[in-house]
Nanobody, 115 residues
């Protein structure tokens, strides 16, 4: 059974940084692209970043370009999201998933940016 476990969220002041992790199990991790998503209260889930299985091509939403960096360690079956210069509008629950072969969503990790 494929499982995704996100971690690393928390409360941070504007301008601060966090590093999210997503550990995947039950699938050959390295052959799949991975995405980070977020869902703010009352809003639809949106794509934040994407990275190919080999880690050579990435995508970022305009709202996070230059501030967020997606990376992965295929030996550890883990994808990361380094978030810098955080803004209050980055507040959301963050999720990861494979793309395009989605699996059941994990519980996500809450990121709250507030002074």
């Amino acid at each position: 059974q494929v499982q995704l476990v996100e971690s690393g969220g928390g409360l941070v002041q504007p301008g601060g940084s966090l590093r999210l992790s997503c550990a995947a199990s039950g699938r050959d991790f390295s052959i799949y692209a991975m995405r980070w998503y977020r869902q703010a209260p009352g809003k639809q889930r949106e794509v934040v970043a994407q990275l190919t299985g080999s880690g050579t091509t990435n995508y970022y939403a305009e709202s996070v370009k230059g501030r967020f960096t997606i990376s992965r360690d295929n030996a550890k079956n883990t994808v990361y999201l380094q978030m810098n210069s955080l803004k209050p509008e980055d507040t959301a629950v963050y999720y990861c998933n494979f793309f395009p072969n989605y699996v059941p969503w994990g519980q996500g990790t809450q990121v709250t940016v507030s002074s």
